[in-house]
């Protein structure tokens, strides 16, 4: 398993694809210049920026850069739950709110690596809407976070073209599942809605999946509901 | 009470008790492949000595399905025997025991209209032996031996599907399939996450720790390399932490040597 190699395989195959043709792009702000880096060959492929919004790209650096997104999103804002934990909150939730932030934090510096120079930038959050002291409001947005989070891993894996890719993002989304059961465990205790008939249909026993642009609020919508530097991803179905 | 006991109750019954648990352990497991080998059902066989025991040539989209099926045939059973077996299910837990049932009979059935729809013959349901020739014997009258397996059950599930999403990849008509397969996998990952804390442990798995459940379950999770990455120099949250953020697959084969014991033929 020693890798002799210092890039990994994302990054190589990458860089494989994108060693033909190197370049800089510029994106000139609202008042403030920003440089971002981007190494391509398929410059579609990578992550742009207009208007203070980044577009996470297309093609699988696409789909990666996207599940980048949600990614911070979700390890900024558990930080920030366990930055100023809720009062009365028990051993057991605390336990859980820092495992789920660990994890959320090894996915995010694992797709910033993996991305490399393709990576799309530290995205500023807004949790301005959500009430740290509140456990319920805490609990409640963790669901959403989570529930979302394996809808777009779910929904992403058929557009994914790399089978080492696939399998990534299914390492991934079965440990935001693991999380989503039992935060809605914590809300709902003992009942049937760690995997309840809200996102898990009934008669098929399938979990919910979503590309990032669909159902209203699609993903991308709702991530922004959470969001300072916007995303889209216009590429992306 | 825990499975480490009915471990160690099965070395003892073998009057083995001069041997480690590991040994026991690994003895179950051997057993068990012997026994998956010989007792795979029909038209599964040829899949699983022609392709996946070979790994010469990547199984297609139906025989993948098959596979899923079968163990979809062994939760949705498990369960359904659980919640028949009057006095195990203890009322406090039935809502999440009965949802549980509900999804993987709903699975079976999935499974069984998508084979057909590709034109394939779905396998028929083979007979199942929960006690695993009596390492079990108490399977559905003691509950914690009930939670025992269907932890066992579904942190397999989970492995085993992940282990197919690149394989259905490779075949191009698989799309709907590979979301379809991820939706269940993800189902099976919360069911896992939930009976795993019933027992009192964490939903997701640290390390390689198996809680008392055979090894070769848990084999590999304690990876932290990841697309050709070792995540411990990426990132500053401990090993332990890496590993349970990321779970990981088995292969077919793997899979049947766990399954194996539980299938008679």
């Known amino acids: ?237 | 009470m825990n499975t480490t006991k009915i471990f160690e109750a099965l070395a003892n019954e073998k009057n083995e008790t001069d041997i480690s648990r590991r040994d026991a352990l690994n003895k179950t497991l051997k057993l068990g492949l012997k026994a998956a080998i010989a007792a795979i059902p029909l038209g599964l066989s040829s899949i699983m000595s022609n392709r996946a025991f070979a790994q010469t040539s990547t199984p297609g989209v139906v025989d993948i399905l098959n596979y899923a099926l079968t163990l979809e045939y062994l939760e949705s059973e498990f369960y359904q025997m659980g919640l028949a077996s009057s006095g195990l299910v203890p009322s406090s837990d039935m809502n999440i025991i009965a949802q549980i049932s509900k999804h993987e009979d709903a699975h079976v059935i999935l499974l069984k209209s998508t084979i057909t729809s590709l034109q394939g013959t779905p396998v028929s349901k083979p007979n199942f032996d929960f006690t695993a020739g009596g390492t079990f014997a108490d399977v559905f009258s003691n509950y914690q031996t009930f939670l025992a397996l269907s932890n066992a059950f579904e942190d397999t599930g989970v492995r085993a599907y992940k282990g197919q999403a690149a394989n259905l990849l490779a075949d191009k008509a698989a799309g709907a399939v590979i979301t379809a397969a991820l939706d269940i996998h993800s189902v099976e990952a919360r069911h896992a996450s939930e009976i795993r804390r019933l027992r009192g442990f964490k939903g997701w798995i640290t390390q390689s720790q198996a809680n008392g459940l055979p090894a070769a379950i848990y084999a590999g999770e304690d990876n932290t390399m990841q697309g050709g990455k070792d995540v411990k120099t990426i990132t500053s949250v401990s090993a332990d932490a890496i590993t349970e953020a990321f779970d990981e697959p088995l292969t077919m084969a793997q899979v049947l040597a766990i399954a194996g014991p539980f299938i008679k033929a």
């Open chain 1, 1 to 237: 398993m020693k890798e002799t190699n210092d890039e990994g395989a994302v990054q190589k195959i990458l860089t494989t694809q994108l060693n033909r043709k190197t370049f800089l792009k510029y994106s000139a702000i609202a008042g403030s210049t920003m440089a971002i880096g981007l190494e391509a060959c398929h410059k579609d492929d990578n992550p742009s920026m207009s208007n203070g919004t980044v577009d996470v790209g297309s093609g699988d650096t696409g789909i990666l850069n996207f599940a980048y997104a949600l990614e911070q999103l979700e390890a900024a804002f558990y930080i920030q739950v366990n930055a100023s934990m809720y009062s009365g909150a028990t051993n057991e939730e605390k336990q859980i709110l820092a495992d789920i932030m660990n994890h959320e934090i090894a996915h995010r510096d694992f797709f910033k690596a993996a991305l490399g120079s393709s990576a799309i930038m530290q995205l500023q959050v807004d949790f301005s809407k959500i009430d740290f002291t509140s456990r319920a409001s805490v609990l409640a947005t963790a669901k959403a976070l989570e529930d979302t989070g394996v809808s777009a891993y779910n929904g992403a894996g058929q557009y994914i073209t790399n089978g080492d890719y696939l399998t990534l993002a299914g390492k991934i989304v079965s440990v935001e599942a693991r999380h989503a059961a039992a935060i809605r465990d914590l809300l709902n205790p003992k009942s049937a809605s760690f995997a309840g008939d809200d996102v898990v249909d009934p008669t098929t026993g399938l979990d919910f999946s979503r590309t990032p642009n669909a159902g209203n609020p699609s993903i991308v919508a709702t991530a922004n509901t959470f969001l300072k530097t916007k995303i889209s991803a216009t590429k992306l179905p």
